[in-house]
């Protein structure tokens, strides 16, 4: 086996084994269906070790990706939605597509579900069971592969464990205590497992990992990381620990008070949706964990922030671009990927959907993004120095956080060897901002995961970072606050600043007590995150779990730009005795987007927090009970 990638596809065997052995894992009755000759496939599978581990193989292939690559219910994301559209940092202006429909409409209730697979994550449309079942069918059955060792056979048994909990976290960041399953299930089975409480399920998740982290090898380095990029290590599951319980410990499950007080209440009673009340056990779990993981970071090494060749802002733009896009750095922890490399593949849509606006960077997040220097951002004072994005719009004299110019295009950014011209009547941007439409409709392009577009993607491995260590540097921070250490808190946000070349936290906000302001010291942990890891899913979830209504309900913002030098229409695309100076002046227009507005800007409710089961699967009657809020099949006074 060359490569490890999601995409592999079962050689000899085929597809058939994997799909017969796993059939869809189903809740309710569909989920006792057994393939026909399962028996028979499983032996089949099971007598051979180089078909055991295909079989792993390809239970990887039903990891979490999170680009929307492809016209179908698990790879269509929303049907070309991202999570992050739903966050201040993103806005989709694709009216098709599922953000658009449900969410910033604001119809979606319960029955939405049922209904359609452009929901945010599906209960039984996201690949999760089947891989869950999956994991227990290959844990349940290696240990009788006759031509593998013990020790092998164990690794593969941890990575499995892995593979669910990360599944069953896909799950609860969506919908909170989940039901446990802990076999594969077969059809003479009895099947009765109702949902769990939110403490039950996360104990469940870390149980798996702590099991595993006593297996696993610390990296991957003795097998060779070129050949084995993305299985699960050590590293991976304290790593994912950690964030699981940054989760749990958050207010959306651990509050004196319960996210939603409407009808229904049960799930909120049976402590499905939260903890019950508050509990500070829960951030100091979260602390040892993170301490755990760095100690053995310490001791073992091999995983390290990208860190930059010299102190320019290229340097530091291409140390951030390795940490999240390219394979086989030091600072990827968990990765997927669905195709090898990309050239030209006709079904993976990501390049295809950018254009039609449907991830288009809104203005609150450019302005998330410090100066160059580390200092806050400020727009009154950035028009008056004309240093927006660069002085003198001279891409060669950056002004910003390199990151931004890796996560959003810029009007005067370096494009196809030339100055991106955003501007209205500029070369890239005929009206697209001042009709509110299409990949510039606010005034910025999308960058990150998309760069010049789909040309520019090929010839590479198309990573998901599902966890990377500056994630890890940020979790720990907050655990640090949350448990009274601000100093040590600021030092883990200074690492990651420092990979490209800002100053930290203090220096950079001398108007804030960070040391003694819990409140001020988080909210710069949060736009840290936000500005690392964007397009991450990270953004979307901080929301969430913070239980944060007022970013929600905030209206967001375009920016509008006009040439303000005299000159009109594009330069670039003149003939150079026509182009006139170069432009460096601009008049910049702030504007509320309202193609499409959101629902929640005036209408916010805590039901949108966390996801509902589908209503018929509700209906079965095995113990799924239904989330607060959204039971109710159309809009009414309670809903």
């Known amino acids: 086996m060359k490569h490890f990638e999601k995409w592999f596809i079962i050689a000899f065997v085929g597809a058939t084994l994997a799909t017969s052995c796993v059939d869809d894992i189903k809740f309710g009755d569909a989920f006792l269906e057994k393939a026909p000759s399962v028996a028979v496939t499983q032996d089949t599978i099971f007598g051979k070790a180089e078909y055991a581990r295909r079989f792993l193989w390809n239970t990887y292939s039903k990891l979490y990706y999170g680009l929307a690559t492809n016209w179908n219910d698990v790879d269509g994301k929303m049907n070309t939605g991202m999570f992050e559209c739903l966050s201040d940092c993103f806005h989709s202006h694709n009216s098709w597509d599922g953000l658009n429909r449900h969410y910033y409409s604001g119809t979606y209730t319960a029955s939405t579900e049922d209904g359609t697979a452009e929901t945010r994550f599906g209960f039984t449309k996201e690949e999760t069971w089947q891989a869950i079942r999956s994991s227990w069918i290959f844990i349940e059955n290696v240990d009788r592969v006759p031509d593998m060792d013990g020790n092998e056979k164990e690794r593969l048994k941890a990575e499995a464990k892995v593979i669910i909990a990360s599944r069953y976290f896909d799950m609860f960041r969506h919908f909170g205590g989940l039901p446990i399953v802990k076999a594969s299930f077969a059809a003479e089975n009895e099947y009765d497992v109702p949902r769990a409480t939110v403490e039950e399920t996360v104990n469940f998740m870390i149980g798996l990992l702590d099991e595993a982290a006593t297996v696993l090898p610390w990296d991957l380095t003795e097998d060779g990381e070129a050949n084995w990029q993305g299985r699960m290590t050590k590293a991976a599951a304290m790593g994912l620990k ?14 004196n008070e319960p996210y939603c007080t409407a009808e229904p209440q049960e799930a909120v009673i049976n402590h499905q949706v939260w903890y019950g009340g508050y509990k500070p056990e829960l951030w100091k779990a979260c602390l040892t964990a993170c301490e755990e993981f760095f100690q053995a970071l310490q001791v073992n090494g091999h995983y390290e922030l990208v860190q930059a060749v010299g102190d320019t802002n290229d340097a530091y733009r291409a140390a951030f671009n390795k940490a999240y896009f390219l394979r086989e750095n030091s600072e990827l922890l968990i990765s997927t990927r669905i ?3 990309y050239n030209w593949d006709w079904w993976y849509y990501w390049g295809d959907w950018v254009p039609n ?6 203005l609150e997040y450019m302005e998330m993004f410090p100066m160059a220097t580390g200092e806050s951002f400020d727009f009154d004072k950035a028009v008056q120095n004309n240093n927006m994005f660069f002085e003198n719009n001279d891409y060669n004299k950056p002004t910003r956080d390199p990151r931004l110019y890796e996560t959003i295009l810029v009007n005067g950014a370096k494009w196809s060897g030339r100055s991106v011209e955003l501007w209205v009547g500029g070369r890239e941007n005929a009206n697209s901002t001042s009709t509110e439409t299409g990949q510039y409709a606010t005034g910025f392009g999308l960058y990150k995961f998309y760069k010049e577009g789909k040309g520019s993607l090929a010839n590479n491995y198309l990573e998901w970072p599902y966890l990377r260590m500056s994630e890890m540097y ?16 600021i030092e883990m946000v200074d690492k990651v600043r420092a990979r490209v070349g800002l100053k930290g936290l203090i220096e950079s906000n001398q108007d804030k007590n960070l040391l003694s302001d819990s409140n001020a010291l988080m909210e710069e942990i949060l736009r840290e995150r936000a500005c690392e890891l964007g397009l991450e899913d990270v953004r979307f979830f901080d929301m969430i779990r913070n239980k944060r209504a007022d970013l929600f309900e905030r209206p967001l913002h375009g920016l509008l730009i006009e040439r303000a030098d005299g000159g009109s229409g594009s330069w670039s695309d003149k003939p150079e005795d026509k182009r006139g100076p170069f432009p460096t002046k601009f008049k910049y227009t702030q504007f509320k987007i309202s193609n499409s507005a959101r629902a929640w800007w005036t209408n916010f409710n805590s039901k949108w927090y966390l996801s509902a089961f589908p209503v018929n699967e509700v209906n079965k009657g095995y113990g799924l009970t239904q989330n607060p809020c959204l039971l109710y099949t159309s809009p009414s006074p309670r809903d």
Not at 474 to 489: R, S
């Open 474 to 489: 940020l979790i720990y921070a907050e655990a640090l606050l949350k448990n009274n250490q601000p100093k040590l808190a």
């Open 242 to 255: 950690c964030k699981i319980l940054l989760f749990a410990a958050s207010p959306l499950f651990n509050d």
């Open 339 to 341: 195709i090898g490399k």
């Open 357 to 362: 606006g449907g991830y288009t960077p809104t």
